[in-house]
């Protein structure tokens, strides 16, 4: 349905937007100005400790500075709520008191149309639940018995069975006047080309019905009950009613538990989603027997920002999950993207909850790879890169499907990740490489050496610890680039290592990885060696100075919000900018001591001011970042959700 823009602004008029965006969060008193129609809180759509999701009042929007959330009153219902945009319009216009206009007399038919087939799809349900409870359905209860499905699971779900008959339903819709065109229609009956009699769709098969948003039945799902029946699974055909692409699985049912809890789970078939919902995990949809769609993917983001999708371990469930990230790829956008837990090979979400319990499960989703970590992996895994050819190529897939990405923001973050992951990836498996080849030099090559080729400086381990950050979080890097190659490192071989960073972040369209980390000299990759080392402690070997990253800042082993990383490198910037004034500084008092005129004076009292007031901001910095890391460091882990 099109809605008048006049109509959405009569709405957008009579709510204020604070007031709906208010129901979900909570105003930060410091920056937040009613007067004015200006509100800020922490993002409802990302994690974040210091708002930055700002709501005007004035223009009707909100926008997210962190993760670029943006929109009006109806896109936050649909961002929130798991609405459409026709539905959010309707659930607001009935908070506003605006009538909507009755729909033209062409979408009125086609919905009366929709209507009278949904009401076929629901006498198709009883009939199919009423013969399930009847003598004919015995086989059927005895199945269902033996996947220990309740009376009330089965009563929540409407399981049925339609019975081995060509025509039972047929007859059963044809005594309560249904034309035999509608029962076609809405997908229950079969009407060969040759002339020959119609047919029940579904025979002899345990029936599952498939709802809509609002819980009409209009589909249904059958399983065979025959070892050897083929297909295992038949779904209801393309109707008015029902569409495989558009359509998930128990979506009516899981929606209000998917916002309670911020999650969703998503299974391959019907009865993975019913065993699960069962068990207690109310959050769950399933796919209908089809490859993940664009549509699909959307709308998954309606249930939870970064929904799990928990397929079984075995090579068939590995390869969907490898196809539904193909189709996850192009829609991907800020704040949004899916998770993967592959199951113990052999099991399905239905035998996991049987042999180790509901805790069992939610151990297994906890182990969930992000998205970045299941499309490495996914490459990595079939790659062979021990010739620049090959590496080319693992670098040309990588680049291939981020460039799938529209979404400018997140693409160029996927391409600094990926180049930086890549670079660490070819750096080790050169150096392995040369170490192989060359045994008798290993302790000549060892970080033992490194020490010995790089000079010490008062700042050598802030340094060290920027460029550490700068590996680990290219983001950060490619935000503050400009500061960052003005840097004063000490050390020439940090300046190097700093020039290549920024040279990536630079070039990221055509910096060919491999060439680049092919051209290290030995110190710079005993140095590249070292930052990227992440658990492996030195003290044991005497060498307590050269600790991987997490050593140089331990907080990170907390896994810190991103925004408390963010503060705590620029303020590790700040420092080393602080330590280049202050040598700066000296410099001049030493040249004043030889030629003091107006000009130097002058000059040395404003780098006097300036270092003084860059010093009480290092030290405010300082103060606020421990506070936080100690609240970070006491913080009890987070529970996993029930």
Known sequence: MRFEPRLLDEIRARLTLSDIVGRRVSWDRRKTQPGKGDFWACCPFHQEKSPSFHVDDRRNRYKCFGCGAS???????????????????????????????????????????????????????????????????EVARSYVAKRDLTSETLMEF???????????????????????????????????????????RFRGRLMIPIHDDKGRVVAFGGRTLLPDGQPKYLNSPETPLFHKGIMLFNAHRAREPAFKTGEAVV???????????????????????????????????????EPVICFDGDVAGVSAAHRAIDRIFPVLKSGFSFQFCFLPDGMDPDDLVKQRGLDGFHQEVSKAQSLFDAVWEREISVSRIDTPERKAALEKRFDDLIGTIRDERVRRRYQLDLKFKLSNLFFEQARQSRRDGKKSAETSTGLGMVRERVATSNDFGTERLVLGLCMRFPHLLDRNVERISRLPFTND????????LCRIVDDLEAAPIADLTGSFDE?????????MLETIGLQEQGKAEFFALNHRFPLLKSNPPEDFVEAAYLHFLDILELTALEVELSSELVTADEHLDEFSWARIQALTQDLNRRREECARDEADLAERAKKIRTAPPVAVAQ
């Open 267 to 305: 299974v391959e078939g019907y009865m993975d989603a019913v065993a699960l919902w069962q068990a207690g995990i109310r959050h769950v949809v399933a796919s209908l027997g089809t490859a993940f769609t664009e549509d699909q993917v959307v709308r998954l983001w309606r249930f939870a920002p």
């Open 523 to 531: 110190p710079l990759r005993d140095i590249m060696h070292e930052l």
């Open 71 to 137: 929109g009006d009153h109806f896109t936050f219902l649909c961002e929130t709520e798991g609405l459409n945009f026709p539905e959010s319009v309707e659930r607001l216009a009935e908070q506003a008191g605006v009538a909507l206009p009755a729909p033209d007399p062409q979408a009125a038919k086609r919905e009366k149309r929709r209507a009278g087939l949904a009401d076929i799809c629901e006498m198709a349900a009883q009939f199919f639940q009423t013969e399930l409870a009847g003598y004919r359905g």
């Open 493 to 500: 071989l940090h300046r190097q290592l700093r020039d290549i």
């Open 158 to 200: 409407r399981f049925g069975f339609a019975p081995d008959s060509r025509d039972a339903l047929k007859t059963f819709l044809a005594a309560r006047d249904i034309p035999e065109a509608a029962m076609v229609e809405a997908g229950l009956v079969i009407r060969p080309d040759d002339g020959r009699p119609s047919y029940d």
